[in-house]
């Protein structure tokens, strides 16, 4: 066993022989030496404004592999010995160097001090007005020629409107008006006043009320309002009711009494220093609305879609004689019913009022009736798609009277407002009574009421 083993270390050796020759000083190890360094500037801290560029050399020794690295702000920025950059970003920046082998590292820190720079001017020029119409964009642009966290502060009559670069705003109030700029960081400030002529568009007014007529329930609000949209910068206002001037402010308000229930002419004038501008409007207020007179009316026709006679053979618009006229009916023309004969049931008047307006908002119809000292009264009832729907309230008629009363007919204004009228009887023939063949009636001034 212990031959086996010298053999063995013998072949060992002489393998390790061949493989390893004697060294003779020719092929000795490449020995590394730490880096020398020499930079082309002693300063390590560097002042500069914006925008500038700091430039380095690092002569390092010995030549060979040796690994450069320049970092800003911890961004690898170079690996060549030369070092250029240019600081666009105001505040304190560090430049890391380092050289590398094998053998060490030589590292050197530099610190820049970028100082922040300002020059801004405005788009406008050297201009100090600027003219422009009436609701257009005003825009003005700060140039920053340099600089940066630059504010930009616009006001308007000393009222901040903006803070931005560009300055868009629209100029709704005519004449001269004070702009002022002011944009500043921690470079510099520059601030510049100069004004806005604003041209003011020609007057345009927008009513809020269109139709020239207004009818409405006396005390009811009436209110319209001038709305002055372009060129009312001088405007004067002037409402005339029936020639009297009653504001002077673009709004016309007015709560009619019972008294004064009529119809009225509303004028409307505003004028400028150059302009003038009016709207007339035509009034009816009512206590009771008016439905029908038959003043106008020369048959029944005319008088649609208000009132349907369904026997229309048996009424006719008739001129009273002034011998059928009296202090309570003094009109001219007034619906006459012509009986043929002396039965129970005569003349049927349909009266629609859901094309009144307002008509919700009444509770009680009335006209003049006379009979003519036949013994008739009047029933009403409430009336909708052709059908009676329930009698309303109807006030005392005498009988055999010969001259004019007025008849009240009360009704609920929750039922009425399912309904579209009234069905009128008022020429029925009292049960029992007298009759005289041939008999005559009539209706006028029919009226609708506000409860």
């Not at 050796?13 to 020995?31: E, I, K, R």
């Not at 920053?144 to 868009?168: A, F, K, M, P």
């Not at 004689?321 to 009986?339: G, R």
Request: proline share 3%; aromatic share 14%; glycine share 6%.
């Amino acid at each position: 066993m212990k031959k086996y083993r010298f053999i063995a270390s013998l072949a060992l050796a002489a393998l390790a022989a061949a493989m390893f020759p004697a060294c003779d000083g020719s092929d000795d190890p490449v020995v590394y030496t730490e880096p020398e360094v020499t930079f082309s500037t002693e300063q390590t801290t560097f002042d500069i404004e914006l925008g500038e560029t700091v430039e380095i050399t690092a002569d390092v020794q010995p030549e060979g592999k040796v690994y450069i690295k320049w970092h800003v702000d911890e961004l690898l920025e170079s690996t060549s010995a030369e070092f250029s950059y240019t600081f666009n970003d105001p505040g304190k920046h560090t430049i890391a160097f380092s050289a590398k082998n094998g053998s060490g590292e030589v590292t050197r820190d530099f610190t820049v001090n970028v100082a922040d720079v300002f020059d801004v001017e405005l788009s406008i020029g050297d201009e100090d007005v600027v003219e422009i119409d009436q609701y257009e964009l005003l825009t003005v642009v700060a140039i920053v020629n340099s600089g940066q966290d630059i504010t930009h502060n616009w006001y308007l009559e000393g009222d901040l409107i903006s803070n931005e670069r560009i300055l868009e705003y629209q100029m709704m109030t005519p004449g001269r008006q004070q702009m002022r700029y002011e944009g500043y960081n921690s470079a510099g400030r520059y601030e510049r006043t100069f004004w806005v002529d604003v041209k003011e568009r020609g007057l345009y007014i927008e009513m809020s009320y269109d139709d020239d007529l207004w009818q409405d329930w006396i005390e009811e609000d009436i209110e319209i309002i001038a709305n002055v949209i372009y060129g009312g910068s001088t405007a004067r206002h002037s409402w005339k009711l029936n020639g009297q001037e009653v504001s002077t402010d673009n709004r016309f308000f007015k709560n009619f009494a019972k008294e004064e229930e009529g119809e009225y002419t509303l004028l409307y004038e505003c004028t400028t220093d150059d302009e003038y501008f009016s709207r007339e409007y035509t009034l009816k207020v009512w206590y009771g609305w008016l439905i029908s007179d038959f003043e106008s009316a020369t048959g029944l026709d005319d008088l649609k879609p208000f009132i349907d006679m369904l026997a229309p053979e048996m009424g006719s618009i008739y001129t009273l004689l002034d011998s059928e006229k009296d202090a309570l009916n003094s009109s001219s023309k007034v619906l006459k019913q012509e009986h043929t004969n002396n039965i129970y049931t005569s003349g049927i008047m349909d009266l629609y009022i859901t094309s009144i307006p307002k008509f919700h908002l009444a509770s009680r119809l009335s006209f003049l009736y006379n009979n003519v000292g036949n013994n008739r009264t009047v029933v009403a009832r409430y009336w909708n798609n052709g059908n009676e729907q329930g009698d309303c309230t109807v006030s005392t008629v005498v009988s055999g009277y010969n001259g004019w009363q007025q008849v009240d007919v009360t009704f609920d204004p929750a039922v009425m407002s399912t309904m579209q009228g009234f069905r009128i009887r008022p020429l029925t023939r009292e049960e029992g009574g007298p009759g005289v063949d041939w008999p005559n009636c009539y209706m006028d001034n029919i009226y609708l009421y506000k409860y």
